[in-house]
């Protein structure tokens, strides 16, 4: 149960041009954010998550998120679709899921709870990696899943697949690893 939330994001631009003559120039650009997160609730108590960064990948993809909290919006922890590199469990603090970057970015990410409830109570999450940028060409996606909570099944051939000796899972493109709760 929560009971209390306290949200606040603040968005800057720093910026700077200079003509140096009427064909070409320069611009910089450097988007920053600040952000604050509280929330109260249940046995655990004061639940706080704050950060500052400067996030130039956040103005140039769009779509580009680096991370999600499940636990905060329900409704919202059924489904992701979009470039993702880390998903945390707001209720344990623990990451339950974890995309390793190549060339400082990260494949999109198609992410579907199989029984429509939420990641950290689903049976079954759907996995899909795709590439639209092409900067994983010839590459294989590393991801990690909570072991404690999930094994991961390559879903075409049916079997349970082990992780390296660095805890990560290996998936091409196009593949589509499930996560099965253990039980």
């Given at each position: 149960?929560?009971?209390?939330?306290?949200?606040?994001t603040s968005l800057?631009?720093?910026?700077y041009?200079?003509?140096?003559?009427?064909?070409?120039?320069?611009?910089?650009?450097?988007?920053?954010?600040?952000?604050?997160?509280?929330?109260?609730?249940g046995?655990?108590?004061i639940r706080?998550?704050?950060?500052?960064?400067?996030?130039?990948?956040?103005?140039l993809?769009?779509?580009?998120?680096?991370?999600?909290m499940?636990?905060?919006?329900?409704a919202?922890?059924?489904?992701?679709?979009?470039?993702?590199?880390?998903?945390?469990?707001?209720?344990?603090?623990?990451?339950?899921?974890?995309?390793?970057?190549?060339?400082?970015?990260?494949?999109?990410?198609?992410?579907?709870?199989?029984?429509?409830?939420?990641?950290?109570?689903?049976?079954?999450?759907?996995?899909?990696?795709?590439?639209?940028?092409?900067?994983?060409?010839?590459?294989?996606?590393l991801?990690?899943?909570?072991?404690?909570?999930?094994?991961?099944?390559?879903?075409?051939?049916?079997?349970?697949?082990k992780?390296?000796?660095?805890?990560?899972?290996?998936?091409?493109?196009?593949?589509?690893?499930?996560?099965i709760?253990?039980?």
């Open positions: 149960m929560i009971y209390g939330k306290d949200i606040r800057y631009t720093f910026g041009q200079n003509m140096f003559n009427r064909s070409w120039g320069l611009r910089l650009e450097l988007p920053y954010e600040k952000r604050h997160f509280v929330m109260t609730g046995a655990t108590g706080r998550y704050s950060w500052t960064s400067a996030v130039a990948m956040d103005f993809l769009g779509n580009y998120q680096n991370e999600r499940l636990g905060a919006n329900p919202r922890d059924r489904a992701i679709n979009g470039h993702l590199r880390e998903i945390f469990d707001f209720e344990s603090g623990k990451t339950l899921f974890c995309v390793k970057t190549v060339k400082s970015v990260f494949p999109l990410l198609q992410m579907t709870s199989a029984d429509n409830l939420p990641f950290n109570k689903s049976a079954r999450v759907e996995l899909r990696f795709s590439d639209p940028a092409d900067n994983f060409v010839g590459s294989t996606i991801f990690f899943a909570d072991p404690s909570r999930w094994s991961v099944m390559e879903t075409a051939k049916g079997v349970v697949l992780p390296d000796a660095d805890g990560y899972y290996h998936s091409v493109l196009g593949a589509a690893p499930m996560l709760a253990r039980k």
